[in-house]
T-cell receptor, first 113, second 113 residues
Framework: KNQVEQSPQSLIILEGKNCTLQCNYTVSPFSNLRWYKQDTGRGPVSLTIMTFSENTKSNGRYTATLDADTKQSSLHITASQLSDSASYICVVSRMDSSYKLIFGSGTRLLVRP | NAGVTQTPKFRILKIGQSMTLQCTQDMNHNYMYWYRQDPGMGLKLIYYSVGAGITDKGEVPNGYNVSRSTTEDFPLRLELAAPSQTSVYFC????????????FGDGTRLSIL
């Protein structure tokens, strides 16, 4: 069954600290993996998209990694800011239907001053 | 830069009532999607369209209908509202290309009482 599992479900960190969010998937055949940020009351916004040949991709203070062999990805946030408080959603697409996405349930991050 | 616009933002319906959720995009994207997001769950695909005049069922289509008469608009119709349809509904659009993100609206929060 095609699934995307994220951990932890929620996380609280202090402003300025780093954190890492995890994503494991069992989607096959794999096409690409995406990370989205969803602010409260808003729609998801794309952070990164990685294909199986890409190990790392950065977007400002956000760095995503992908290990296609172990089917794991992580999103590392450096020097967190209050505006990083949001849900972070891992999304995987299949090679045979790349526009049909499989969504994880997200990690809710709260950054405290 | 409007992107994907959804209306209304909030709505309360009584069981058995009907309504249409509106979605319009100004990016000339061929692909459009409707998702629902339930608490603690990943987004689920309801219906999608690969171009004007073409629609297809997603993962959870029961109780919904769609139409796509223009590239810009993709309304979602609930014919007989049921409490199980209480959710947040997101419309998205994209190019359908493998390495391109989907762009989401800010959602419609729907309660069926």
């Amino acid at each position: 069954k095609n699934q995307v599992e994220q951990s932890p479900q929620s996380l609280i960190i202090l402003e300025g600290k780093n954190c890492t969010l995890q994503c494991n998937y069992t989607v096959s055949p794999f096409s690409n993996l995406r990370w989205y940020k969803q602010d409260t009351g808003r729609g998801p916004v794309s952070l990164t998209i990685m294909t199986f040949s890409e190990n790392t991709k950065s977007n400002g203070r956000y760095t995503a990694t992908l290990d296609a062999d172990t089917k794991q990805s992580s999103l590392h946030i450096t020097a967190s800011q209050l505006s990083d408080s949001a849900s972070y959603i891992c999304v995987v697409s299949r090679m045979d239907s790349s526009y049909k996405l499989i969504f994880g349930s997200g990690t809710r991050l709260l950054v405290r001053p | 830069n409007a992107g994907v616009t959804q209306t209304p933002k909030f709505r309360i319906l009584k069981i058995g009532q009907s309504m249409t959720l509106q979605c319009t995009q100004d990016m000339n994207h061929n692909y459009m999607y409707w998702y629902r997001q339930d608490p603690g769950m990943g987004l689920k695909l309801i219906y999608y369209s690969v171009g004007a005049g073409i629609t297809d069922k997603g993962e959870v289509p029961n109780g919904y209908n769609v139409s796509r008469s223009t590239t810009e608009d993709f309304p979602l119709r609930l014919e007989l509202a049921a409490p199980s349809q209480t959710s947040v509904y997101f419309c998205a659009s994209g190019t359908g290309q493998n390495n391109q993100p989907q762009h989401f609206g800010d959602g419609t929060r729907l309660s069926i009482l």
